[in-house]
């Protein structure tokens, strides 16, 4: 997993004239900033671009070993490096299937993402006690421990993200799960919520959070309303956010969930907010 304090920010090569994202020292709190890739085609745009590290979806093992030549050609190539995204869960509402679908999809990726020096896996795994009744849910975490298990033997930090659940549906998981993982998306929090959920995740589950998504969008209560529109486009507080972040010590990853050409903007979007953020702790301070 990344580590150390770094910071992506947009710096303009001398040579050609054009944004590409480097990498620098900046400050004790500093995260580094990678992007969503579905497929190699798009990252190897955003690795054209030198972002340090691309969220590549892996929707099977079977799909990671075709892409895997690719992949690590990318690698050694530009020297981005990889996290990876899982498969839509399926039926949240249905632990049979979980169990014998999802569990063995989601073990199977896990064994082969060192292939690619990969260590962190993100998954959606609804908890939502608002949707998912009771029962379900006492049939579901058992499965989520059981993939977070696996992972963790693989090397793999296994990541839950939070959809529109409140910081309350993950107490239990989080509890029973040693080696779970959160990735905290900060569009998502906005969903369903009179109050981006952001602020209590953070604050309840702090050592919990092991990367971050960002992107904006203006509320709502529909799959439709999840935008993914560039930060700063939409009603979300980065800077809030980004203010309590920076707080609580958050010095690992965020990947923008952007198209791969507007990457830059919202990287440079980003950066002007930390920074200022930064400025603002140290002259309270």
Same mark, same amino acid.
């Given at each position: 997993?990344?580590? /150390?304090?770094?910071?992506?920010?947009?710096? @303009?090569?001398?040579?050609?004239?054009?944004?590409?994202?480097?990498?620098?020292? +900046?400050?004790?709190?500093?995260?580094?900033?990678?992007?969503?890739?579905?497929?190699?085609? @798009?990252?190897?745009?955003?690795? +054209?671009?030198?972002?340090? !590290?691309?969220?590549?979806?892996?929707?099977?093992?079977?799909? !990671?070993?075709? *892409?895997?030549?690719?992949?690590?050609?990318? &690698?050694? $190539?530009?020297?981005?490096?990889?996290?990876a995204?899982g498969?839509? =869960?399926? *039926?949240?509402?249905?632990?049979?299937?979980?169990?014998?679908?999802?569990?063995? @999809?989601? *073990?199977?990726?896990?064994?082969?993402?060192?292939?690619?020096?990969?260590?962190?896996?993100?998954?959606?795994?609804?908890?939502?006690?608002?949707?998912?009744?009771?029962?379900?849910?006492?049939?579901?975490?058992?499965?989520? &421990?059981?993939?977070?298990?696996?992972?963790?033997?693989?090397?793999?930090?296994?990541?839950?993200?939070?959809?529109?659940?409140?910081?309350?549906?993950?107490?239990?998981?989080?509890?029973?799960?040693?080696?779970?993982?959160?990735?905290?998306?900060?569009?998502?929090?906005?969903?369903?919520? =009179?109050?981006? $959920?952001?602020?209590d995740?953070?604050?309840?589950?702090? =050592?919990?959070?092991?990367?971050?998504?960002?992107?904006?969008?203006?509320?709502?209560?529909? @799959?439709?309303?999840d935008?993914?529109?560039?930060? /700063?486009? /939409?009603?979300?507080? !980065? +800077?809030?956010?980004?203010?309590?972040?920076?707080?609580? /010590?958050? *010095?690992? $990853?965020?990947t923008?969930? %952007?198209?791969?050409?507007? %990457?830059?903007?919202g990287?440079?979007?980003?950066?002007?907010?930390?920074?200022?953020?930064?400025?603002?702790?140290? $002259?309270?301070?």
């Open positions: 997993m990344f580590s /150390g304090c770094v910071y992506a920010i947009l710096k @303009q090569d001398s040579r050609s004239g054009t944004d590409s994202c480097q990498l620098i020292l +900046k400050e004790e709190h500093a995260v580094i900033l990678g992007a969503r890739a579905h497929n190699p085609e @798009q990252a190897e745009t955003l690795a +054209k671009s030198e972002v340090p !590290f691309v969220e590549i979806s892996v929707l099977s093992a079977e799909e !990671f070993q075709q *892409n895997l030549k690719k992949l690590c050609l990318l &690698r050694d $190539t530009h020297g981005i490096q990889f996290l995204h498969p839509e =869960e399926g *039926n949240a509402w249905e632990p049979e299937f979980l169990k014998k679908e999802l569990l063995p @999809q989601i *073990n199977a990726i896990t064994d082969c993402l060192g292939e690619l020096g990969i260590d962190l896996l993100t998954i959606h795994f609804w908890l939502d006690h608002r949707f998912i009744e009771p029962g379900i849910l006492d049939q579901k975490i058992p499965i989520l &421990r059981a993939m977070a298990e696996h992972a963790a033997a693989q090397g793999v930090w296994l990541c839950v993200e939070n959809l529109s659940e409140q910081a309350l549906d993950f107490e239990r998981a989080f509890a029973e799960i040693e080696r779970l993982g959160m990735t905290l998306d900060i569009g998502h929090a906005q969903l369903l919520s =009179e109050k981006n $959920t952001a602020y995740f953070l604050a309840q589950y702090t =050592e919990k959070i092991y990367h971050m998504h960002v992107h904006d969008n203006f509320g709502g209560s529909s @799959q439709s309303d935008l993914h529109l560039l930060p /700063g486009q /939409g009603s979300i507080d !980065f +800077k809030a956010i980004l203010k309590k972040t920076h707080q609580m /010590g958050y *010095n690992r $990853t965020m923008l969930e %952007v198209e791969p050409e507007q %990457v830059l903007q990287m440079h979007y980003i950066q002007q907010v930390w920074d200022a953020v930064s400025s603002s702790e140290r $002259t309270a301070s």
